[in-house]
């Protein structure tokens, strides 16, 4: 007897089939084959990545490290005692992941039963949804207020019996929205199982560590993808109360976070000139994007407490701008959700990329952007 591939399909769980897939950005490869631009002359400003890389300390203990033939530390202890020194938290509350993207995939197997509900304040972070979905969980929808700041009442009319996470990113992506403290306290006062999302903490100048600390079902996700320039190294870290800290290092993989990536990441924390001089070139040139942006006819930014900046777009199509950009080298993330049908979000870049990004801008003509 021989099974053909849509008897195999009815194997797979009948959730799994019906799930998305997240859209992630295409690489700068495929980019430069679908539009002819060499990849050195492209911009990419789609997936808020730092622009400047990693700290060369970071790249010479690449270079000087031996063991890559060993499997890694499965729990990584020194560079869990090295982040709680950098958070000032205790290192046994810290667990890592390949990626904050890993972690947030282990909270969803770790507190959802199939049927479970999380609160998703949207617009917001494409993951959560997707590794609820994946965990078959029940995503519900909380719209977030015109300017993007929480409405902890419709958050709090949200809950039923059966909900069993409520994630935030702070600030928020795309919109660069920081998180108050007040909507902070607001959202831990509620007593379910609150995962504050800081991927871009070291931008805005503020952070839920502390939250944390006080509050047992409070936890905060990290990642050196943004700040430390490693996105392509996967390597995410949170701090979590201890029987959730306990319970993750139990199902995570053993060796889940590599040895690059934790060599890289302990560079990338000693070297606090580079960090320092890379965040304020960053923030320097995100101030000077937001003025150039705001002198657009079309495009109507936002104030962002992130390394991007969030336009809406008052004439035309977002997604014709986001292609005719493409065809001229630069790179933006257009969003097609009804919340978000509009917009686009722009990285922050070098100021090379800010310039190019603007003339680009300059150049498009009207039947452009209505395509």
């Known amino acids: ?79 869990r005692r090295e982040l709680g020194a950098y958070l000032g938290v205790e290192w ?72 069993r996470l409520i994630w935030v990113a702070a600030p928020n992506n795309p919109t660069g929205t920081p998180l108050t403290p007040a909507e902070a306290e607001g959202l831990a006062a509620l007593g379910i199982p609150l995962v504050i999302d800081e991927a871009y903490a070291e931008f805005s100048g503020q952070s839920a560590v502390p939250l944390a600390l006080r509050f047992e079902h409070v936890m905060v996700l990290r990642t ?8 392509g190294l996967r390597v995410g870290y949170g701090v979590f109360p201890p029987v959730v800290a306990e319970h993750l290092l139990k199902i995570k993989p053993p060796y889940n976070v590599n040895v690059a990536a934790a060599v890289a990441a302990r560079a990338a924390l000693a070297d606090r000139a580079y960090r320092e001089q890379t965040v304020g070139r960053i923030l320097a040139e995100r101030e000077r994007l937001a003025h150039l942006l705001a002198r657009v006819p079309f495009l109507e930014p936002l104030p962002s407490a992130a390394n991007f900046i969030f336009c809406w777009v008052r004439q035309g199509s977002a997604r014709a701008l986001r292609d005719a950009l493409r065809q001229r080298g630069v790179l933006v993330r257009y969003y097609a959700t009804p919340l978000l049908e509009n917009a686009v979000r722009i990285s922050v870049g070098r100021p090379e990329d800010t310039d190019r990004l603007l003339a680009a801008l300059h150049a498009l003509t009207p039947e452009e952007l209505a395509a």
């Open 1 to 79: 007897m021989t099974s053909t591939a849509a008897d195999l399909a009815n194997w797979i769980r009948p959730h799994l089939r019906r799930a998305g897939s997240y859209a992630a950005v295409p690489s700068l490869a495929a980019i430069s084959a679908a539009t002819g631009i060499p990849v050195e002359q492209i911009a990419k400003l789609d997936a808020n990545e730092n622009p400047y890389g990693p700290s060369p300390q970071v790249l010479a203990a690449l270079a000087r490290y031996r063991d890559y033939h060993r499997y890694p530390d499965p729990t990584h202890d020194d560079l």
């Open 92 to 163: 046994q509350r810290i667990v890592l992941g390949a990626g904050a993207d890993e972690l947030i995939d282990l909270l969803c197997r770790l507190f959802l039963e199939p049927g479970d509900e999380v609160i998703d304040l949207v617009p917001t972070f494409g993951m959560y949804r997707f590794s609820t979905e994946v965990a078959g969980g029940r995503v519900v929808e909380v719209v977030r207020q015109a300017d993007f700041h929480l409405d902890l009442t419709a958050v709090a009319a949200a809950l039923t019996p059966r909900t």
């Open 224 to 231: 050196f993808s943004k700040w430390a320039g490693l996105a």
